[in-house]
């Protein structure tokens, strides 16, 4: 099972801003879609924001305006821009690939793959 690899999490103050990576190793990266989930302790994981195979973009209503997703296709890799951060948006974040076409773009039954998960944490 192919790993996906995440990076950039960190602890940064209310307000301030982090930058996820999402490295996707060996895929045909072009043909699926992928997106970003996070899981605060205590709580289900749930979608962020997904970009689809054709381009597509969603994202969840609690970070339209602050968070933007992006993809280098070229390198295999997605981000994930994360603004105006709140410690809300505190938990793990976890990057996620899905083979087939999504239903739900934001649902994390979707995904065939997972990485490992980066830690966000806001302080107020």
């Known amino acids: 099972q192919e790993q996906l690899v995440e990076s950039g999490g960190g602890s940064v103050e209310s307000g301030g801003s982090l930058r996820l990576s999402c490295a996707v190793p060996?895929?045909?990266?072009?043909?699926?879609?992928m997106a970003w989930f996070r899981q605060a302790e205590n709580k289900e994981r749930e979608g962020v924001a997904s970009i689809e195979s054709d381009g597509s973009i969603t994202y969840a209503d609690s970070v339209k305006g602050r968070f933007t997703i992006s993809e280098d296709s070229a390198k295999n890799i997605m981000f994930l821009q994360l603004n105006a951060l709140t410690p809300e948006d505190t938990g793990m974040y976890y990057c996620g690939l899905a083979v087939s076409p999504l239903v739900d773009p934001l649902k994390a039954d979707y995904m065939d793959y997972w990485g490992q998960g980066t830690q966000v944490t806001v302080s107020s």
């Open positions: 060996g895929y045909p990266y072009d043909t699926y879609s």
